[in-house]
């Protein structure tokens, strides 16, 4: 089992800066590639970035591409999301996930645990 558990959401205003963490413990981080997805109101769950387990390789949903950075410590077990130029659109509950690969996917169902998500809100 591996437990995840995210922070760093918040209210913010269009423009601004966020960073999220996701702590994860259980088992060898390092064993695992990792990922953020999000979901808004009404919304499925959609791809965010991808990371790979040495942290060499990422991916990006184009929505977010230039405006936001994902990243591990894998001394530390904590991947993090620096998002910058937030826009309204980007509010969302934001859930990091890993998967036992060693390439992140921008399929949700590749992902074998999950975290209970942060809210974002980015207001106009």
């Known amino acids: 089992q591996v437990q995840l558990v995210e922070s760093g959401g918040g209210l913010m205003q269009a423009g601004g800066s966020l960073r999220l963490s996701c702590a994860a413990s259980?088992?060898?981080?390092?064993?695992?590639?990792m990922g953020w997805f999000r979901q808004a109101p009404g919304k499925e769950r959609e791809f965010v970035a991808a990371?790979?387990?040495?942290?060499?390789?990422?991916d990006y949903a184009a929505s977010v591409k230039g405006r936001f950075t994902i990243s591990r410590d894998n001394t530390n077990n904590t991947m993090y999301l620096q998002m910058n130029s937030l826009k309204p659109e980007d509010t969302a509950v934001y859930y990091c996930?890993?998967?036992?690969?060693?390439?992140?996917?921008?399929?949700?169902?590749?992902?074998?645990?999950w975290g209970q998500g942060t809210q974002v809100t980015v207001s106009s």
């Open positions: 259980g088992r060898t981080f390092t064993n695992y590639a």
């Open positions: 996930a890993a998967a036992r690969a060693i390439f992140g996917s921008r399929t949700s169902s590749e992902y074998d645990y």
């Open positions: 990371i790979s387990r040495s942290g060499g390789v990422t």
